[in-house]
C-alpha cells in the first residue's frame, strides 16, 4: 500500500482536456544516435505545440552514455562498447539488449513546470512498476534512480535496479528512464554507474523474477496510467528498427 500512495502522491497528470500521451513500442535494437535524433525533433514539435505527448520504448545495442555530470575515471574501459556524449542530466550508464529504456517525451506547460516534481514521478512510475512485480523499489536522497535491498549480499547491501536522465527543453522533457529486466550486468562493469562505488546493478531476473519484456511493457504501461495520464497505443513512423 505505501508504493500505492506513493504512486498517488506523486500523480503528474496534464491539463483537463488534454489528448492521451502517445505509447509506442519499437521491436529489435535501435541504434543510439538515431534516437537522439527522434527525440529532439519530438520535444520541439511538442514544445511548439505540433505534435502531441509520447512515451517510446526501445531496446540499444550495447552502448555506454556519459551525462553532464560524467567523469572521465568513471568510464574504466572506454573500448569495450561505444561511448556517447548526451546532454542528458546524470553520470554513465549502460544501455543494452535486456534493458527497458523509456523515453518520455512531456510537454511540461501542460502539466507542471517543476523539473522536482517530474522526477518525481518518474521514480514513483518505477517503483510502481517494481510492485507490479512484487519488488519494492526506493528512491535514496542522495542517488538518482531506484533501488533495491539485497539482505542476501549483506546487512546493508542494495543494488541499483533503474536509472533516470532526463533533458527538458522549452518546457518539453526527453531521454527519461531505463529498467534492467535481463541485462548482461557484467556490462556495467566498464564504467562506474552514476557515479556510484560502493553498490552494486540488479535485474528483475537477477532478482529471480523470470519475466519476459511484453510483461514488463504492459505493467509499465498501467503503472504509467496511474501517474501521468491515460495513454494510446500507436505505430512508430519515422523509426526504423533493427534487428539483434
Known sequence: MSNLRDSLANRFPA???SEPVEWAISDG???????VAIMEARAEA???GQARELVWLVEHPPLYTAGTSAKAADLVDPDRFPVHQTGRGGQFTYHG??????????DLKRREPDLRRYVAALEAWLIATLEGFNVRGERREDRVGVWVRRPDK???????????????????TFHGISLNVEPDLSHFSGIVPCGVT???VTSLVDLGIPVTMPEVD????????EIFGSTERVETPLLRS???
Do not use: C, N
Open 15 to 17: 491539463v483537463t482536456g
Open 46 to 48: 511538442i514544445a511548439a
Open 218 to 225: 504492459a505493467v509499465m504501461r498501467r503503472a504509467f496510467e
Open 97 to 106: 539488449p535486456g534493458q527497458r529504456v523509456a523515453y518520455v517525451m512531456l
Open 29 to 35: 535494437l535501435t541504434p543510439y544516435e538515431e534516437a
Open 242 to 244: 533493427h534487428s539483434a
Open 198 to 200: 560502493e553498490h552494486g
Open 154 to 172: 549483506g546487512e546493508a547491501a542494495e543494488d541499483k535496479i533503474a536509472a533516470i536522465g532526463i533533458r527538458v527543453r522549452r518546457w518539453a
